[in-house]
């Protein structure tokens, strides 16, 4: 079965996940990075200061959410939900950052008494451009 999704319907439906999984955000300011917490005051996220011209601030999303949300997803689209994330963060904190950086496809390797013993994932870096 095929379908299509729109750039702004997609957009519309990870915004809307945003805003029931993480809610309203409050950040923490430290040295070289702010730490961003949700509703329930759980790290979500990071925004790492760096000096490059073209990527100011780096948003990295942490696995557990990332993994998290992908499972709701009919399509998930890097891309979309990399420029969806960014967005999401400034209309909620005022933050403007350039990048995105977040893990997807995780998968876990346990023992026999179920414990994760090893996991592989991969790496998504997403630069936005500059007009």
């Not at 993994?67 to 400034?90: D, G, Q, T, W």
């Not at 893990?103 to 630069?127: P, R, S």
């Amino acid at each position: 079965m095929n379908f299509k999704i729109s750039k702004l319907q997609y957009d519309s439906i990870v915004k809307k996940l945003f805003a029931s999984f993480i809610g309203n955000i409050t950040f923490d300011k430290q040295d070289d990075y702010i730490e961003l917490f949700d509703n329930g005051g759980d790290n979500f996220a990071d925004i790492w200061k760096n000096e490059s011209k073209r990527c100011k601030k780096r948003i990295h999303l942490h696995i557990n959410k990332s993994e998290l949300m992908e499972k709701f997803y009919p399509v998930f689209r890097k891309k979309m939900f990399a420029k969806s994330l960014i967005n999401y963060v400034y209309e909620k904190t005022n933050i403007k950052c350039d990048c995105a950086t977040f893990e997807y496809d995780t998968k876990y390797v346990y023992n026999e008494d179920g414990e994760v013993i090893d996991m592989t994932y991969k790496n998504y870096k997403y630069k936005r451009k500059k007009k």
